[in-house]
């Protein structure tokens, strides 16, 4: 299976743009790149998702690299709403059409 | 338009006893998926049901544990003579197809403690 690397925490300021990283070196060309996120004592909730192009949706931006080996979770001006663990997951239905969730990204905000 | 629903939100087993969490699905969608959350780990997947059939249960535990989506009503994961070790957060999550592309839509989980 295609897995991800992501960093383990990350800290913004409230107000300021955020941009979480991914890695998918091994990355697959039916691999869908899809971001869930999961607040505290939450279940996890859809962001965004992409395949080759780089996508906008009211929520978050996803920036695909050209090589589609890594990309980038955009949140225009964090909130302490978006205080959450943030998940980039490669999705691809030959491996089966679950989610495999990874350790993920703790991002913390601040005031 | 209701989101994915679970009940209970909590339920507290003796050890031994029987655990049965419901999940309803988001109108109209017919594929429903079982996650389990351990303390402090991650999210594990565990099934995945689209009505009346199980299509993977590559990460259900082979003994004790079953699920079931029946034509009509909620999904059920049934977890017989639980353990201490069983303690965790369920979560179901449905979509309305199969794509790659499609999202998964998460209820707000049952999280049990097995005394």
């Known amino acids: 299976d295609a897995k991800t690397t992501q960093p383990n925490s990350m800290e913004s300021n409230e107000e300021e743009p955020v941009h979480l990283p991914c890695n998918h070196s091994?990355?697959?060309?039916?691999?869908?790149i899809h971001w869930y996120r999961q607040l505290p004592s939450q279940g996890p909730e859809y962001v965004i998702h992409?395949?080759?192009s780089n996508v906008n949706n009211r929520m978050a931006s996803l920036a695909i690299a050209e090589d589609r080996k890594s990309s980038t979770l955009i949140l225009h001006r964090a909130t302490l709403r978006d205080a959450a663990v943030y998940y980039c997951?490669?999705?691809?239905?030959?491996?089966?059409?679950?989610?495999?969730f990874g350790g993920g990204t703790r991002l913390m905000v601040k005031p | 338009n209701a989101g994915v629903m679970q009940n209970p939100r909590h339920l507290v087993r003796r050890r031994g006893q029987e655990a049965r969490l419901r999940c309803s699905p988001m109108?109209?969608?017919?594929?429903v998926y079982w996650y389990r959350q351990l303390p402090e780990e991650g999210l594990k997947f565990m099934v995945y049901l689209q009505k009346e059939n199980i299509i993977d249960e590559s990460g259900m535990p082979k003994e004790r544990f079953s699920a079931e989506f029946p034509k009509e009503g909620p999904s059920i994961l049934r977890i017989q003579q639980v353990v201490r070790g069983d303690s965790a957060a369920y979560f179901c999550?449905?979509?309305?197809?199969?794509?790659?592309?499609?999202?998964?839509?998460f209820g707000p989980g049952t999280r049990l403690t097995v005394l």
């Open positions: 999550a449905s979509s309305p197809g199969a794509g790659e592309w499609n999202e998964q839509f």
């Open positions: 109108k109209g969608h017919s594929h």
């Open positions: 997951i490669l999705k691809n239905n030959n491996a089966g059409n679950m989610l495999t």
């Open positions: 091994t990355i697959s060309g039916t691999d869908y």
């Open positions: 992409g395949l080759t």
